[in-house]
């Protein structure tokens, strides 16, 4: 197996090679505005810190988010182009199990993105590798009594305080972590998910309200 991971979700651009047992190389950088200038860089990064050219890739896992529309399409557009062209399967993994898997905590926790617009995208776990609640995206103060008491994962954890004051790291999903979590579920016969986008909401742009269409003549 050599298992290529990409995600755009979260304002983190990385990506990761996976050989079924460890991780052989892995970048990654925070830019929210530019994932498409920085996603195929950090792929010819890591395949060229592995020693490996694009077409050993056998499997391809992307980070489905949730996240904002332009960051997200990013990554799984890109990850189903390298399937089609590789002709290699394409899975998806949701976004925050990633940042659960990376964060190693056991018993109940939380893990929360920011999702802008004053609100975090957020799903409940009990232990790394057991998400038991959708994800779902709402204003901290809705959901306070929902999280109390539990330590919180991720960068909307720490813009939160008052409703996360038990935040810990990692802020950004990490490809890396990514591509670990799903070798261990491949290798145990798990089925991923289909590498379709959890957007939540609808795209930021909108088109203006009484919109005048315009015909030729």
């Known amino acids: 197996m050599l298992l ?3 995600d755009t979700a979260t304002p983190a651009v990385t ?3 996976h050989d079924g047992r460890t991780v ?8 929210a505005r530019r994932h498409g200038e920085l996603l195929l860089p950090a792929v010819d990064r890591v395949l060229a810190d592995a020693g490996v050219k694009l077409d050993a890739v056998t499997a391809i896992v992307v980070g489905t988010g949730p996240g904002p529309y332009t960051g997200l399409r990013v990554g799984l557009m890109t990850a189903m182009t390298f399937g089609s062209a590789l002709g290699v ?27 802008r617009r004053k609100e975090v995208y957020w799903a409940r776990y009990s232990g790394s590798r057991t998400r038991v609640t959708d994800p779902a ?19 909307g954890a720490g813009l939160y305080p008052e409703t996360f004051p ?7 999903v990490s490809a890396g972590a990514l591509a670990s979590l799903a070798a261990e579920k491949l290798a145990a016969g798990e089925e991923l998910t289909e ?3 959890l957007y939540l909401r609808r795209p930021d742009a909108q088109v203006p309200k009484n919109y005048k269409v315009v015909t030729p003549k």
Do not use: K, N
């Not at 899975?91 to 940042?99: A, F, K, R, S, W």
């Not at 038990?166 to 950004?172: K, L, M, T, V």
């Open 4 to 6: 290529l991971a990409l």
């Open 15 to 17: 990506a990761a090679l």
């Open 24 to 31: 052989l190389a892995e970048s990654s950088s925070v830019d």
């Open 89 to 115: 399967p394409v899975h998806g993994l949701c976004t925050l199990d990633g940042l659960a898997y990376a964060s190693g905590l056991e018993g109940d926790f939380v893990v929360a993105t920011d999702a």
């Open 137 to 155: 995206v709402d204003r901290p103060a809705e959901i306070a009594e929902q999280v109390a008491g539990l330590p919180a994962v991720g960068a």
């Open 166 to 172: 038990d935040a810990h790291g990692p802020e950004h």
């Open 195 to 197: 590498p379709r986008p």
